[in-house]
T-cell receptor, first 109, second 112 residues
């Protein structure tokens, strides 16, 4: 079983839609959770960083962590064509970071 | 500080040659990570340093791979006797202890 599972998609939505991206994990020691956005042939760009369970909002982005279910989510409101990218979840217990495979998102104008 | 810097951005090499990549982390970060990413996959952990000490290495890191971080600043990743299966994006990231990691733009290696 992989440490982190993420549906690779692809996911295609119309502009203005609410997007929900999710990851599940198996290691209960994970305490720190991140979402990255990655454009083609570029390095991952940090979007959100949360510690333990709860919600965090930053502009159009909301990250949720449910440690009891070992489930994290990223919501994108009012999605824009510029949001088209691959979204990677990542998590750590304090040493190396474990990544999902990434979800490919296309926002259609 | 402009973030994590990686050089070169692209490298094409013949099979059997040695290659070396460099990473300059964010200056106040004491942790530095190397990851490898292939198309359609998430980054795979290779190794990480805390200051100059290499604390963890993945089983993926065969004896052809070696990484150094002299003086706890920049790091180099060397691949000896490259194989076609080494073709990938090599990503470097840095962080403070117990904080998020910031990535460079990566070095894309093509072995022909």
């Amino acid at each position: 079983q992989k440490e982190v599972e993420q549906d690779p998609g692809p996911l295609s939505v119309p502009e203005g839609a609410i997007v929900s991206l999710n990851c599940t994990y198996s290691n209960s020691a994970f305490q720190y959770f991140m979402w990255y956005r990655q454009y083609s042939r570029k390095g991952p760009e940090l979007l959100m960083y949360t510690y333990s369970s709860g919600n965090k909002e930053d502009g159009r982005f909301t990250a949720q962590v449910d440690k009891s279910s070992k489930y994290i989510s990223l919501f994108i409101r009012d999605s824009q064509p510029s949001d088209s990218a691959t979204y990677l979840c990542a998590m750590t217990s304090g040493n190396q970071f474990y990544f999902g495979t990434g979800t490919s998102l296309t926002v259609i104008p | 500080d402009t973030g994590v810097s990686q050089n070169p951005r692209h490298k094409i090499t013949k099979r059997g040659q040695n290659v070396t990549f460099r990473c300059d982390p964010i200056s106040e970060h004491n942790r530095l990570y190397w990851y490898r990413q292939t198309l359609g996959q998430g980054p795979e952990f290779l190794t990480y340093f805390q200051n100059e000490a290499q604390l963890e290495k993945s089983r993926l890191l065969s004896d052809r791979f070696s990484a150094e971080r002299p003086k706890g600043s920049f790091s180099t990743l060397e691949i000896q006797r490259t194989e076609q299966g080494d073709s990938a994006m090599y990503l470097c990231a840095s962080s403070s202890e117990f904080s998020e990691a910031f990535f460079g733009q990566g070095t894309r290696l093509t072995v022909v």
